[in-house]
Structure formats: C-alpha cells, structure tokens
C-alpha cells in the first residue's frame, strides 16, 4: 500500500518489517518485490477472472488479490488456499468486507482456472520497443526476463573475502549467495565496475558529484584522495557523513561552487534506472517515456558543469544505471568530451544490475 502512494519499495519494507522475524521479514520481500516484478502478468490475470479492470479497483482489494495470485503462481511456501484465505481476511482488515465475496470468488476461480500469460506482460511495451531498437529483440526479452529474478548479492572486500564469497572480473568485488557479508558492504558488481574507469591514484584530488549513498564514493576511497562529496539533497548528504570527507549540498545542474579544479571526478548522473527493475521494480510503473528527455536536459547540465572544474589531463567518469542510450552516448556527445574508454553491463547479458560508464576527457 505504501508503494502504490509513491514510497520507494526498499525504504518501505524497511519500515514495516522491522518487528517481523527474520522468516516472516523474507517473506513479506519475496511477495512484496515478486508483486511489483509480475504485476503486469498478475493484473492480466485478475481481469481475466473478474472481467474488472484491476487500475479501477479499490486499491486495498487490487493489492489483496494481486498479493494471492503471486503466491498461488509464483510461490511455494504458502499453501494456495491459505493465501486464498489471508487474502480476504486483509480486504476485510481494510474495512472492506463488501468486496470480500468479490475477492474470494475470484481467488477461487484462478484456483480452478489457471490461465497462460506470457511474462513480457510485466514490462512495458514502450520499454521492450526501445530495448529491442537499441540492443536487438533476443536481448530486450532477455532484459525483461532477467528484471523478474531476485538481484544477485555482491560485496565490496578490502582483505580476506568470506569463505563462501567467489570471486568475480572486477577487483574486490565477490557473489555471495547466502551467507552474512561480515565486515562487507552490499554493493552491485555493475556499481563497483564504474570506479576503476577513473584509473585514482594515492594523493590525487577527487569530486563526487552526485555521490549519495556512497558506495562509490567509498569504493574510490580505497586509494588515498583528497576528496570531497557532494548531493543535492541535505537528507542523503547525511548519509554521507560517515566517510570523513568534507560533503556539500549543492544542485549540480546550476555552476558548481568551487574555485579550484580536480585531478578527478565523478558523475553517477540521477537517471531513470532502467537498469535496476529487478532491484527496483516499481521504476517500470511509474516511469514515462516523457520522462528520458526530462532527464537528459539534467544530465547534460551537470556533466557540464563538472567538465569545467576537470583539470587538464584530468579524467572525469560519467556513470548511470540506465540502459537508455539518451542518458548515456547522447549526454557524453552533447557535451563534446572526448571518450577514452567506456564499458555497458546490460542485464540479462552480464551479472547484476544495468549500467554504462566513460571516462572523458575535457576535448580543449
């Protein structure tokens, strides 16, 4: 419910299973991030059965039956009557005992019932177009397929891995499948893959200019940097703080406020994440193919502004977790830098999530 008013699915399940147990905390993210993946399929599925279409059903009732059908298709854990059951309980928790007969007969009938919906059903057409347009069509479907499993578990190591952490091609970075990550942080194999583009080395001056959470800004302080953070917003810039680094607060699509320039930069642009819909499925539902040029205009202003304070022979490494070639080449090109090398993980193709990275140089 919360995620149907806007709030971001990872923050919310945060918040609300804090007081579950580590059982039933899994099982509230398998059905909540499993819902947001297939809901394309579910929500054919649920109007198939009732002949309603789901977007006009309350939203109680539309999530109680999408929350069943997951279950009774995609899980095993939960016997399918039983999900059945929870289901119209929740409806009528909801205060909306009226459609409790509604959603038990529809349940019901998907029990008895069940109907073939091809998976591409949960990713937008207008997204496997542009997908199949830039990549061809084996791999957008391979994109999509790969946007409904759960993400892999990487961790960023300095000194001796787990013992059931396996290495992978990019230095420090391990898969680690179940076990506890230790000492580690969680960081996705294409997000440590964008930080050793920027070639840091002990003493240099380095600019992070969209850097919250942090994770490549921590990574990139595994070199020794004079370096400064910073972020547009003051409650992830906080967030920062724990890296023992000066952090600014500044809006880095207007100048940037400082007087010097940098030997080193980095800009993980804010893009659409096309990149990470298996991380953050909800992007697929909200997002407007409207929405990619909006950003762009972003992009391409503040990649350069961090252009004009890059030293010369200096290297600034532009980054996203987009697969939108708008976000990305078009940026670089509209901002005249020259490419010196640049690497694109694509899902489905590559492990983890999404991204594209280049290190530029200024073209004067």
């Not at 302080?221 to 967030?239: H, K, N, P, V």
């Not at 193919?289 to 252009?307: F, G, K, M, P, T």
Request: aromatic share 6%; net charge neutral; charged share 25%.
């Amino acid at each position: 419910m919360a995620v149907d008013r806007d709030a971001w699915s990872a923050e919310a399940l945060a918040s609300k299973s804090a007081h579950l147990d580590s059982r039933d905390a899994g099982l509230a993210s398998d059905i909540v991030y499993g819902v947001l993946r297939r809901q394309g399929e579910i929500d054919a599925e649920v109007q198939a059965y009732s002949k309603r279409t789901p977007q006009k059903l309350d939203a109680a009732v539309r999530i109680a039956l999408r929350m069943a059908i997951y279950q009774i298709r995609f899980l095993d854990r939960v016997p399918p009557h039983a999900a059945v059951n929870d289901s119209v309980e929740l409806v009528r928790r909801a205060g909306k005992s009226s459609a409790a007969a509604f959603v038990n007969a529809v349940l019901r009938r998907a029990l008895r019932e069940p109907v073939r919906v091809a998976e591409t059903e949960s990713t937008p057409a207008w997204l496997l177009d542009r997908w199949a347009n830039q990549y061809g069509r084996d791999a957008a479907l391979a994109i999509a397929h790969a946007s409904l499993a759960p993400p892999g578990r990487f961790i960023r190591v300095r000194g001796t891995p787990p013992e059931s952490a396996v290495a992978t091609d990019v230095p420090g970075c391990y898969r680690l499948d179940a076990a506890s990550p230790g000492d580690c942080r969680f960081q996705d194999i294409g997000s440590q893959a964008v930080v050793p583009l920027l070639d840091l080395q002990p003493g240099q001056t380095f600019l992070d200019v969209c850097a919250a959470p942090g994770n490549k800004t921590a990574q990139a302080l595994e070199t020794s940097l004079q370096a400064i953070a910073c972020d547009l917003y003051l409650s992830r810039a906080r967030g920062l703080t724990s890296l023992d680094i000066p952090v600014a607060v500044i809006d880095a699509t207007q100048p940037l406020p400082f007087n010097r320039q940098f030997d080193r930069i980095l800009v993980d642009a804010p893009c659409t994440g096309t990149g990470t819909l298996s991380r953050n499925p909800e992007i697929k539902w909200r997002l407007h193919e409207s929405d990619v040029a909006d950003l762009q205009r972003r992009q391409i202003a503040i990649l350069e502004n961090a252009l004009a304070l890059l030293r010369p022979e200096g290297i600034l490494v532009y980054s996203t977790c987009s697969l939108e070639r708008e976000e990305n080449e078009e940026v670089i090109a509209a901002s005249g830098a020259i490419v010196i090398r640049a690497m694109q993980r694509i899902p489905g193709r590559d492990q983890g999530d999404g991204f594209f990275a280049a290190a530029l140089r200024n073209s004067q």
